[in-house]
């Protein structure tokens, strides 16, 4: 399950760097290996990147309840590739990320080329939620920001 133009606003993020790198450029469709170039990413604001707690993530409305069974995110088509390193799946039946979430999947991506998908995570035990959350704690190559190019679920 991917974005597409339809759908993209059902992503959100904790921040955007500007408008060229928006949150649904990560829910767009337009993913590793047609990527149009560097610009189709998300970027987070350069005081939010991730710094170890939960501060900087990317958010999913689906309208209607799914049950996620795996995630994986995909890199910038750029030299420089800022990349989240340890991530966790929540999933809320309200979108609060209050306390009332739960946490589906916690997860390492590698250090992956440009424009190259990570592995897949699963979810150990997939519940029906219409909110998700990928909270990325730390960064490969990071200074001050971090970017994601596309992100597809499974249900
Ligand atoms: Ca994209």
Not at 55 to 61: A, H
Not at 98 to 121: F, K, M, P, Y
Not at 124 to 153: H, K, L
Request: negative net charge.
């Amino acid at each position: 399950m991917q974005g597409s133009d339809g759908i993209k606003a059902q992503c959100t993020a904790s921040s955007e760097l500007n408008v060229t790198y928006p949150a649904t450029n990560a829910w767009n469709g337009l993913d590793v290996g047609n990527s149009p170039g560097s610009a189709e990413c998300w970027i987070c604001n350069t005081d939010n990147y991730p710094d170890g707690s939960d501060r900087c993530w990317l958010q999913w409305n689906f309208g209607t309840d799914k049950t996620i069974t795996a995630f994986r995110m995909g890199s910038r088509d750029h030299t420089t590739i800022p990349f989240p390193k340890d991530i966790k799946l929540l999933g809320s039946a309200t979108g609060v990320f209050g306390g009332e979430e739960t946490e589906l999947a916690t997860g390492q991506n590698a250090d992956v080329a440009r424009d190259t998908w990570a592995a897949w995570h699963s979810v150990d035990s997939p519940q029906a939620f219409q909110y998700y959350r990928i909270v990325m704690t730390t960064g490969w190559n990071m200074v001050n920001y971090v970017c994601v190019q596309e992100v597809e679920f499974c249900e």
